[in-house]
């Protein structure tokens, strides 16, 4: 990506009403700050409000990515492109998470330790800014999904302003295609720790195993997808309108021994295909309580 020509940005085309003054919300109350750091992933949300924080506040605002093995190497690659497209400072800061048994263990509540970690961080880079207010992109959907990190933000301080306008996934994807932000419908990607059951230990080599995984399906055409780890066995998940070209591709050629002996060698002893396809979130499930007989 080239570095971004415009600011400040303009609207290249209509919002719906409602829609159009949540953005404008955002826009004043990011623009009230005297300077921010944004906890920025590179995700769509958090690109967002990295994107307006730049275009109001210039070089008053930071944004900065948490590096570890949960990240994966093309979505730091992402964050970095991103960012020099905006014209906007970022930094990396490494974050040690897996150090910590409250979520190195994988307990149900590992992302609190996982935000904790992070916003601990952020803080120092916030007092050390002038005082700096740390913004997170958390749009209004997440308030209704299981998301224990939310907390560790909210005994910081940290301030989301696309959930305090309303607005939620679907909103952002718009004001930013409207933004003429190049990765408006860029695919959600978790952190590489959703892909283990809860109670399955997580490590920096079983970590960098899935990347390497979800890089090699990637390579071949594969963009929106997840390998999830279930003790050595690899489960692959797609959404379901692509299964069909997948299993077409595996009967038909090559690839299936290909793929097994690719994800042999990273250390899975099985492969398999969730035929369900690519459910957000779906190792949640575990932590709803059991049907009644």
């Not at 409602?18 to 990011?30: F, K, M, N, P, Q």
């Not at 992109?137 to 224990?148: E, S, T, W």
């Not at 399906?217 to 998940?237: D, W």
């Amino acid at each position: 990506m080239t570095p971004s020509p415009r600011f400040p940005f303009t609207l290249l085309e209509s919002l719906p009403p409602e829609l159009e003054a949540a953005y404008g919300a955002v826009c004043e109350r990011i623009a009230a700050f005297p300077r921010v750091v944004v906890a920025y992933s590179g995700g769509v949300d958090s690109a967002l409000v990295a994107a307006l924080a730049v275009d109001r506040l210039g070089e008053r605002a930071l944004a900065v990515t948490g590096v570890s093995p949960a990240l994966a190497p093309h979505l730091r690659q992402e964050a970095r492109a991103q960012a020099l497209w905006l014209g906007l400072e970022h930094r990396e800061v490494p974050t040690a998470e897996l150090s910590d048994p409250a979520y190195a263990t994988n307990p149900h509540d590992r992302c609190y330790a996982c935000k904790r970690e992070l916003h601990a961080l952020l803080a120092v880079v916030a007092d050390s800014a002038a005082a700096a207010v740390v913004l997170d992109g958390v749009n209004h959907d997440d308030l209704g999904d299981y998301r224990p990190g939310l907390e560790a933000a909210r005994q910081r301080g940290v301030i989301s302003p696309l959930a305090e306008a309303g607005i939620g996934k679907q909103g952002v994807r718009q004001i930013s295609r409207c933004l003429g932000l190049p990765w408006w419908d860029k695919p959600a990607q978790p952190c590489l720790a959703s892909r283990f059951p809860y109670g399955e230990p997580i490590s920096a080599a079983r970590l960098q195993r899935v990347a390497a995984a979800e890089a090699w399906l990637r390579q071949r055409g594969f963009g929106e997808l997840r390998v999830r780890s279930q003790g050595e066995t690899a489960r692959i998940e797609l959404p379901a309108a692509t299964l069909p070209q997948l299993l077409q591709r595996l009967a038909a050629g090559p690839l299936r021994q290909e793929l097994v002996e690719a994800l042999g060698d990273l250390g899975f002893t099985a492969v398999a295909l969730d035929l369900e396809g690519l459910v957000s979130g779906k190792l949640n499930r575990d932590l709803r309580p059991a049907a009644s007989p």
